[in-house]
Each structure stands twice: as C-alpha cells, then as structure tokens.
C-alpha cells in the first residue's frame, strides 16, 4: 500500500537548534515534496525535489534546507529555528498525479 | 505565483443536503485542478480530479470547471455527517520534474446531523 511516513509527529524545539524532520516514502515516486500550513495561509511549498541527489526551492524557502539522499528519503532542515517556523509541516511524494501526503508533524520553537 | 482562492470559508448544512463549494484561479494554463479533504489532525486526501472544461462525476461528488471564467466547483450530494472537514482546492502546474501543487485555504464544511 501506498505510503508517506513523517517523524517526528511532534517536536518542541529551542530558538537557535536545529531541526530535522524526516519523510520516508514507499511508493517509488521520483517527486516530493515539503509543505507548511498554517491558519490564514493554508499550504504553502517549502522544498520539493525531483529524484535523489536534487533539491528545488518552492514558494516559500527561506531559512529552509532540504536533503534528498535516497528516492525514499527526503528531509527538510532548519539549521536555525525561529518561533515563526512554528506550523504543521506535511511531506508528499506523487508524480503527475495528486500527491500522496504523510500524516504532518507539529513543530513548535519556542 | 499561481493564485487559488476558495469560498466560501465554512459552510454548515444539513444532513442530506447538497454542499456546493467554490474555487477560482489565476493562471488559465493550469493543468488539472484536484480538491482535497482533510480531516483535524490528518493530512490532505485527494478526493477527485478535473482537467477538461465540463463536469465529472464519482459517486456523490460533481466537479464542474470553466476554463473561460477560471472557476471551479465541487458538489457533495446527500451530504453526510462523515463530510465534515475542510476542503482543499489545488491546482497543477507544470508536469515531470517541475509537477507542482498550488494550494487555496480550504473551506471548512460541517454537516449537521
């Protein structure tokens, strides 16, 4: 069965640490990608990639890294959190077709 | 930037009734047009899809889009209790490598027993 797998579910960072959520799919998809949503302002992409060894920027980038080192696996980094990256993050993987999403994790930085 | 704008921003109806929601556009080369439901705490499912101008039909849902007016619609018959979420309307752009989703706010539906 198809599946998008996201950890942590939660996590309470620290301004200033560094944060690493994780995404693990199952389906062989060559894309995917990391999103945010937040009320007022839905879903919003972060980072999406293409296939391993490559990252793109998406709509909203900055203070964001992205790690693509297997076609199963795809990371979103936040070298230096702030309280403003608080938010419901959601990991997806789907090619040319709707997007499979994980079930998000909370992050809150306080 | 694509641009998706949905209305309205909740709905409540009545068991049984039809729930009709609202999605326009701003990019008329849009591929296809997707809604997605979500439930509290749950991530996004997709629910149906539309590429050409017209109407299609799975089950209790209708979508019907017009290219002409960048507008899109989806139509929920005999709404039932289990409808109750938000609603996400998302449309495509590009395909292979550069497939991308855009995103409205969603309309939050609640079906009333």
């Known amino acids: 069965e198809a599946a998008v797998t996201q950890s942590p579910r939660n996590k309470v960072a620290v301004t200033g640490g560094k944060v690493t959520l994780s995404c693990n799919q199952t389906?062989?998809?060559?894309?995917m990608y990391w999103y945010r949503q937040d009320t007022g302002h839905g879903l919003r992409l972060i980072h999406y990639?293409?296939?391993?060894?490559?990252?793109e920027k998406g709509d909203i980038p900055d203070g964001y890294k992205a790690s693509r080192p297997s076609q199963e696996n795809f990371s979103l980094i936040l070298e230096l959190a702030t309280p403003s990256q608080t938010s419901v993050y959601f990991c997806?993987?789907?090619?040319?077709?709707?997007?499979?999403f994980g079930e998000g994790t909370r992050l809150s930085v306080l | 930037q694509e641009k998706v704008q949905q209305s309205p921003e909740s709905l409540i109806v009545p068991e049984g009734a039809m729930s009709s929601l609202n999605c326009t556009f701003s990019?008329?080369?849009?591929?296809s047009i997707w809604w997605y439901q979500q439930h509290p705490g749950k991530g996004p499912e997709a629910l149906i899809?539309?590429?050409?101008?017209g109407n299609k039909k799975e089950g209790r849902l209708t979508v019907y889009l017009n290219r002409a007016s960048l507008h899109v619609s989806l139509h929920i018959r005999d709404s039932q209790p289990s409808d109750s979420a938000v609603y996400l309307c998302?449309?495509?752009?590009?395909?292979?490598?550069?497939?991308?989703?855009?995103f409205g706010k969603g309309t939050l539906l609640t079906v009333t027993p």
């Open positions: 997806a993987s789907g090619d040319n077709q709707a997007p499979l």
């Open positions: 389906n062989n998809h060559n894309n």
């Open positions: 990639s293409y296939g391993a060894g490559s990252t």
């Open positions: 990019n008329s080369a849009s591929q």
């Open positions: 899809s539309i590429f050409s101008n």
């Open positions: 998302a449309v495509s752009i590009g395909g292979g490598s550069n497939y991308k989703l855009t």
